[in-house]
């Protein structure tokens, strides 16, 4: 059983959100069990969430691509060359397996994955 785990997750009814807070929570980094999205937003307001700009249609595919660099989690929306969201992770893990996350009751369908080491 997995005890620890990173994720990157997408709330795509925040993309085109009018209010700003909300829009601002279309991306967002959390380390379980230690770092949930609630306590990361209560310490580090703003640090570990991010809007995606351009807003994708919330109700069409979105592409992800997710580059693990050292400390350092970036990642791209819909081939973008501007990442939507930059951290630096809140934990030491560097090895593992990678797995797909879909949160509580949300549903989430996943296609076309392609997982590349460089160096």
Known sequence: ???????????????????????????????????TWRKLRERFPGKYES?????????AWVKV????????????????TQPSLVVEKVNQIHTGSIGFYVGDTSGGDFANISITKTD
């Not at 059983?1 to 990157?8: G, N, R, S």
């Not at 691509?65 to 973008?80: A, C, E, F, L, P």
């Open 51 to 59: 809007a995606v700009e351009p807003a994708p249609d919330p109700n």
């Open 1 to 35: 059983m997995i005890q620890q785990f990173d994720a990157v997750y997408l709330r795509p009814f925040q993309f085109r959100a009018q209010d700003e807070v909300l829009r601002n929570r279309g991306i967002q980094y959390i380390s379980l069990p230690d770092f």
């Open 65 to 80: 691509r997710i580059v693990i660099k050292d400390s350092t989690v970036t990642t791209y929306i819909n081939g973008s």
